[in-house]
Structure formats: structure tokens, C-alpha cells
């Protein structure tokens, strides 16, 4: 069920959202959540908001704002990159005292990469409580993996403003304790650019060389990618980010070699 809500405070346009926001004139010019799914998102997360105006901030994409003037959850989705990262490096450091320096960045990135980021964004139902402009949300951003993945990282951001490091810290191994230890058997597995970058240097092989370009409009932007390796071209492989179309493309070219160097062994 959708319904139409009237904007607040400089944003003089009506705005399409999910009916899970209401308007409130206290605020300011932000909508903010509904109680019940306020509470939801809060258990979902393990943490409870002292101050409301930050968690709303922190679910304001940037297609409301250019909609309605108001200030999107940007800055705090940087802030909020920042804080998991070092968070995890934290757990990955403590916590696997016997893997090199090389697992352990292997199994940061994988955790918190775009996909795993918009994963877990969709197990506390985090895209229903998003402020979308109407042409995001007729383009079904609630959905999308960038903007789950950038809207989770505020939210995490927001944590950190409002309750500190340790309440941050709580949240992240709530959501990626599971994440984590299973991305620790195999480091880099889903990593194919890295993979191939060591293979190419195992078997003496050109470094991988990627050319990407793009089409659609912003917010649904389709990538292209291909990889040259010497006299090799793999691809093009499409993705909806720059870096989903290299890795697709880097897939391609591991498998190739890989498949060749164990031809050759045999």
C-alpha cells in the first residue's frame, strides 16, 4: 500500500512513500517514521535511538532531497564506511590471531562489500522505512543493492553518533558475526579481481588490464566491463555497479586460466 504525503518545512512538493512514514511538523522537513516501524528497525538492529532526528537523517536518500530540499543521509553514510571497517578490522584482527595480513583484508572486503551490505540491509527489512523520491521509488530503490548497501552504512553512522562506539560495535557483531566466520573459511572467494590478479602473477602473466563504460540514467545506471590480459579479452560482463560488472568480468578470466593451468599439470 503506498500513500501520498504532504512535504514539510522548505519542501513544497508532495512525496510518494511507503505508508510505513508519516509526516510530522515538529521535525521540521524531514518525515519520520511510524512508531511500530521505527521499533522494528531498532530491534532488527539491537539498538534503540535517543535522538529520532538522527535515525531519520540517516533513512533520507538522495532522490527525496533533490525532490525536496532537505539533507540526505550522505555524509553519514561516510561516516558510517568508516566506522564498519574499522569495526571489523577490530573482530578480524581478535579474532583470527593466526591468519596473515593478507586473509584478513580478504575477509574485511568480503563482509563488507556492496552485497553483503544490501544482505543484510534486507534481513531487518531496512528499504521499507527508506525516504525515496518519486522517481526512485517508481524505479524500485527499495530494492536496490547501492542504495541498501549506502543507506545501511548510514544507519550504522547514525549508531555511532548517537550511542558511541561500543553501541556500534554491538550492532555489527549482531548483524555479522555469521558473515564474518563464514567468510573466514575461504578468504577472497568472492573476490575474483584479487584471485586473478595472484593467478596472472603464479603463471607469469600480463596484470589484468579493465575497461568499463555505462549507459541508462543515473538511477539505473547498467555497467559494462572487460578485462585484456595479454592477447586475452574476456567479456563484456554487465552489472548495476562498476564494480559487480570487473568481477564479473575478472570471473571469466580466472576461470579460463585457472582451467588452463590445471590442463597443463595434468
Given at each position: ?85 574499522l569495526l571489523v578490522a577490530k573482530n578480524v584482527f ?173
Open positions: 500500500m503506498m500513500t501520498t504525503l504532504k512535504t514539510l518545512g522548505q519542501c513544497g512538493m508532495p512525496l510518494t512513500m511507503s505508508s510505513l512514514v508519516s509526516a510530522n511538523p515538529e521535525i521540521g522537513k524531514q518525515p519520520v517514521l511510524e512508531k511500530e516501524t521505527r521499533l522494528e528497525l531498532e530491534q532488527g538492529i539491537g539498538y534503540k535511538f535517543n535522538n529520532i532526528d538522527i535515525l531519520a537523517n540517516a533513512l533520507r536518500h538522495r532522490s527525496w532531497c533533490a525532490e525536496n530540499d532537505g539533507n540526505s543521509n550522505e555524509r553519514l553514510e561516510f561516516l558510517g564506511d568508516a566506522v564498519l571497517g581478535e579474532n583470527y590471531p593466526d591468519k596473515p595480513e593478507g586473509d584478513l583484508a580478504k575477509i574485511r572486503s568480503g563482509v563488507v562489500s556492496s552485497q553483503a551490505l544490501s544482505e543484510v540491509a534486507q534481513e531487518i527489512d531496512l528499504g521499507n522505512a527508506l525516504a525515496l523520491g518519486v522517481g526512485e521509488e517508481s524505479a524500485k530503490g527499495r530494492k536496490k543493492e547501492s542504495i541498501l548497501a549506502d543507506s545501511f552504512e548510514a544507519l550504522l553512522g547514525a549508531v555511532f553518533l548517537d550511542g558511541g562506539i561500543e553501541n556500534a560495535k554491538l550492532v555489527v557483531e549482531k548483524l555479522f558475526s555469521e558473515k564474518i566466520g563464514l567468510t573466514s573459511l575461504e578468504p577472497g572467494l568472492m573476490d575474483y579481481k584479487t584471485r586473478l590478479q595472484e593467478l596472472t602473477v603464479q603463471i607469469s602473466k600480463p596484470a589484468p588490464i579493465y575497461l568499463v563504460d555505462s549507459d541508462g540514467p543515473d538511477h539505473e545506471k547498467r555497467f559494462r566491463a572487460t578485462v585484456d590480459i595479454g592477447a586475452h579479452s574476456f567479456g563484456p560482463t554487465f552489472g548495476t555497479s562498476k564494480k559487480k560488472a570487473e568481477q564479473a568480468a575478472a570471473n571469466l578470466a580466472h576461470s579460463f586460466f585457472e582451467s588452463e593451468e590445471k590442463g597443463e599439470k595434468k
